[in-house]
């Protein structure tokens, strides 16, 4: 599956107007945003943190990474706990609601970052 990482920053806009229970971990979100497609446990899964992880280095999303257990996963390596953990996802005041094409270019200038998930949690 592919993520558009407008169109996630979008429908969590929606979301937090409309249905903010979807939002209450990164699982509930990420089937929200597959609307019904099947999942790839071992690609999907990944590639969905990659995007949350690069919204929020560029400052346009944040969320509670508390979680219910003292172990913190790592989110590349473990992107299924990861999702189950992080909690009330939410747009920070980074994204422009107004201008998301704006966004997304500030998006990749600001973070650096390739477009694709590193293969292991100390790749660049």
């Known amino acids: 599956m ?3 990482d407008i169109h996630l920053l979008q429908t969590i806009d929606l979301l937090e107007r409309t249905e903010t229970g979807s939002l209450s971990n990164g699982l509930w979100l990420m089937e929200r945003e597959a609307n019904g497609q099947p999942l790839d446990h071992n690609r999907d899964y990944r590639s969905f943190v990659w995007e949350l992880v690069l919204a929020s280095r560029a400052g346009y999303v944040g969320w ?6 003292p172990y913190r ?36 200038a600001r973070t650096g970052r390739r477009r ?9």
Not at 64 to 69: A, F, P
Not at 116 to 124: A, E, I, S, V, W
């Open 2 to 4: 592919h993520w558009d």
């Open 64 to 69: 509670d990474d508390r979680g219910v257990s």
């Open 73 to 108: 996963p790592d989110p590349l390596s473990e992107p299924n706990t990861w999702l189950q953990e992080i909690r009330d996802i939410r747009l920070t005041p980074g994204w422009s609601r107004q201008s998301p094409r704006t966004s997304r270019h500030s998006a990749v």
């Open 116 to 124: 694709r998930p590193p293969h292991h949690r100390n790749d660049p």
